[in-house]
């Protein structure tokens, strides 16, 4: 049967378009909550399947957050990010059953490995690329032995052990199953996981020739892939040029050093790679992929930047070789939801 379009969006920008452009002693972990509803919102207006709540030093503890959100949307869900270095998998399992409990099962959960060694090291989280991913493993084995709902939990790993395991609250959703699993990462490891433990594999995008041989490890598996990438999307492509270079006419030298720094502390492959991309002399990876912003706000800014119509045309491009889900980002966040609901979406209908 083949698998349909499905469409998030990240909640981390709302109320702080430019987060990623500050410098760590900049941003704040206090945002905006009248923000971050008025997104929501505009997501269940939009078609959008659920906001992304990111984790990490910077932000609000996802979490707390969703049960916020949660009781003030009605349809949206709430992809929880979660790194299994700050966790047991039995208490994680206990805090996402009563999340689904108090929003009535509209949660799915977004694992990652971590990208940055310095920040993991804040949480007392010392293990290197390939011992996150051992561990994760072992997460999302311990966690979905107690969806599935089969009787006590035993486990012996090289990280946990877990022994007569029982969590009394179950995951409460429609369909009677535990929450859908996405993982993030362009590593083997992290394709091999989702192949394994997951629903779905999280990466960041590149041209469909490249990603094709990538993530037919997932594919086979019965697993789903999707791209983590910005959008810029106007009625005609060179409106949305424009937009794209407006946005990065904002910023100079130091939002450029910052991200700098920062991925050169960063051991994430797929962070490297579409970093050393926007160093290249063309921004363009393909038409209408584009890396401009990639130094001023980060490698989640690489964007799809098109005309409606280029857009919903890219979109199934990459449908023809199985990319079926997207997490966009934009800014301001509402205003390219808008276009893309309005613009994009109706290009894809029946598709």
């Known amino acids: 049967m083949e698998k349909q379009l499905r469409f998030h969006w990240s909640l981390s ?6 987060r990623r452009s500050k410098s760590s002693e900049e941003q704040s972990g206090i945002l905006s909550s009248e ?28 979490m707390m957050l969703s049960v916020m959100l949660g009781q003030k949307t009605e349809k949206i869900k709430f992809l929880v990010a979660v790194r299994p270095g700050l966790f047991s998998p039995s208490f994680f399992v206990q805090q996402i059953n009563t999340l689904s409990c108090l929003v ?28 996150r991913y051992h561990r994760a493993t072992e997460f999302l084995t311990i966690c979905n032995a107690f969806w599935q709902g089969d009787g006590e939990v035993n486990f012996t790993g090289d990280f946990y052990q877990i022994e007569k395991g029982q969590i009394k609250t179950p995951f409460m959703s429609p369909d009677g199953r ?8 362009n590593s083997l490891e992290a394709a091999n ?13 590149d041209s469909p020739e490249n990603i094709k041989p990538q993530i037919e490890v997932v594919l086979d598996s019965g697993k789903e892939v999707g791209l983590v990438v910005a959008l810029i999307t106007r009625p005609t492509q060179a409106e949305a040029e424009a937009a794209a270079q407006a946005l990065i006419a904002r910023f100079g030298d130091k939002s450029r050093k910052i991200n700098q720094r920062f991925y050169q502390q960063s051991d994430s492959e797929g962070f490297q790679k579409v970093f050393a991309w926007s160093e290249e002399e063309s921004p363009w990876i393909t038409p209408y992929l584009w890396t401009g ?15 409606y119509e280029n857009i919903a045309q890219a979109i199934m491009d990459y449908k023809s070789i199985g990319i079926t889900q997207y997490l966009f980002l934009g800014w301001p966040d509402i205003e390219e939801m808008t276009h893309f609901s309005e613009g994009v979406v109706p290009l894809l209908a029946g598709k």
């Open 193 to 205: 996981l989702a192949s394994q433990h997951a629903d779905c594999l999280w990466r960041f995008p």
């Open 35 to 62: 923000a971050q509803l008025a997104l929501c919102q505009q997501a269940e207006k939009s078609g959008i399947d659920s906001m992304l709540m990111a984790v990490g030093s910077g932000r609000p503890d996802p």
């Open 178 to 185: 535990g929450p859908e699993i996405f993982v993030g990462g």
């Open 104 to 131: 009535n099962g509209r949660v799915h959960v977004n694992l990652v490995s971590g990208r940055s060694p310095q920040e993991l090291r804040y949480y007392g989280d010392f293990l290197n690329h390939t011992q």
């Open 13 to 18: 920008q709302a109320g702080d378009n430019f």
């Open 293 to 307: 912003a990639v130094p001023y706000l980060g490698v989640p800014s690489i964007a799809l930047v098109g005309s």
